[in-house]
């Protein structure tokens, strides 16, 4: 007998996105709730799938639309699908609003999280876990939940105190984005330009991995531009994109493909698949040569 078919947690179908412009109608689906007109294609057929569990890292050199996808996904009004889908839990979200898709349950960290001087980590994370979950959740049972993540997440206890990212860390910042993710449980988590340095992707890495430590199901997608992005997060799936188009998808070692596609003229004006292609051919002629000169020695 054979196992029953699993159910995608999260689904990109064939997805092709326009920017639109600030005035005039339009015919298609927004991604949030522009009114505006298409005026360039950025996205070309994408589609991707996370099951639940699934760690996905997406790799993109600047100017590839990754930043664009993740804008999409949670409903930027700046775009407009034009056709597929975006399926969620089996729903189709497509049309959905941002906070329609943050209250069902999907989360992104932003790569520059904006300051809000006079609002406290606490109070920012009361007010989203209402809107989220539409009850009220008291003060001390709240703050008790966010010391036992900042203990988690190797952050001081007087983080939930401090404004709002006004005057964080890079690591600071992307540690706050991963309190809220851990205390707001969300379903899918996307990180956004998950590349900054060496040390910022350590503590993402970090994170999410003790996150998922009590959110098995949890689906994450990481966007960056940067194999070590890889190397830290140690996905189940890596993917490339080139111009708006994923046109190569596999295990962790299309990652080191990838770098060594960079090394060549560029990504942005080539197809991905043949870079690969060269890189492998220039890994294996390295080779190649390596274990000639040594044979001459």
């Given amino acids: 007998m054979s196992e029953p078919a699993r159910t995608p947690l999260f689904e990109i179908d064939d ?27 950025v996205l070309n057929g994408v589609s991707l799938t996370v099951y639940h569990g699934e760690v996905h890292a997406l790799l993109g050199s600047n100017g590839n639309e990754t930043s664009t996808l993740a804008s999409v996904l949670l409903g930027s009004p700046h775009h407009e699908v034009t056709s597929g889908r975006i399926l969620f839990n089996g729903d189709d979200i497509t049309t959905w609003g941002a906070d329609v898709r943050a209250k069902a349950g999907l989360f992104l960290a932003f ?25 009220e959740v008291g003060i001390s049972e709240l703050r008790h939940q966010l010391l036992a993540w900042v203990e988690r997440l190797g952050m001081n206890d007087d983080f939930v105190e401090r404004h709002l990212n006004d005057g964080f860390s890079d690591h600071e910042k992307k540690r706050n984005e991963l309190l809220q993710m851990a205390v707001l449980e969300p379903k899918v988590a996307i990180f956004d330009e998950t590349n900054s ?30 194999h070590r992005l ?68």
């Fill in 111 to 135: 790569p520059f999280p904006p300051a809000i001087a006079g609002v406290n980590v606490l109070n920012f994370m009361h007010q989203s876990i209402s809107a989220r979950t539409g009850t």
């Fill in 197 to 226: 340095d060496l040390e910022t992707l350590r503590v993402v890495a970090a994170g999410i991995d003790e996150i998922r430590t009590d959110r098995a199901n949890l689906g994450t997608l990481a966007i960056g531009d940067h």
């Fill in 15 to 41: 997805l092709v996105v326009s920017t639109v412009s600030s005035s005039g109608s339009s015919s298609g689906s927004s991604a949030g709730s522009s009114a505006g007109r298409p005026v360039a294609r």
């Fill in 230 to 297: 890889v190397e830290h997060l140690n996905p189940d799936f890596v993917h490339v994109m080139v111009d708006g188009a994923i046109t190569a998808s596999g295990g962790v070692e299309i990652a080191q493909h990838f770098e060594t596609a960079q090394h060549f003229d560029t990504a942005q004006h080539f197809d991905t698949a043949q870079h690969l292609d060269t890189a492998l051919h220039f890994e294996t002629h390295t080779a190649l040569e390596t274990s000639a000169d040594r044979s001459f020695q």
